[in-house]
């Protein structure tokens, strides 16, 4: 693999970032979850539902990770036009699903090639 000069930009652009993340206030988080109301309801809604399964802590630590790409696709013209729907969420979702289990499933083939059955121990 190789890393380019953009790959480096883009790590300092998201380690700004997680700074910045790091070190919010109120204020930040109220007008940032206006804003993203406004412009992606829907990713605001998925924050929102975290907070019934999830302790105050780990749900901090989430709204820091939903700030985090938030403030990283921001720039973007389609992020603030484009809205994301709950149908085009679950369908994405599906697939990140259907990839994970497919590569959890490759991996279990490989480890099963290339253990030696007890048996022969």
Not at 20 to 29: C, L
Not at 39 to 60: A, H, M, N, S
């Amino acid at each position: 693999m190789e890393i380019t000069d953009n790959d480096l930009s883009e790590v300092t652009e998201v380690t700004v970032l997680a700074n910045k993340i790091d070190n919010i206030d109120a204020e930040y988080v109220n007008s940032t979850s206006d804003e993203i109301f406004q412009r992606q309801p829907f990713f605001l809604t998925v924050l929102l539902g975290y907070r019934l399964d999830t302790t105050p802590i780990e749900l901090e630590e989430i709204m820091k990770i939903y700030f985090l790409i938030w403030e990283y696709f921001r720039p973007y013209s389609n992020v603030q036009t484009k809205k994301v729907t709950e149908d085009y969420f679950e369908t994405i979702q599906s697939k990140h699903i259907d990839m994970l289990q497919y590569a959890e499933g490759e991996i279990e083939d490989k480890k099963n090639k290339f253990m030696v059955p007890t048996s022969k121990i």
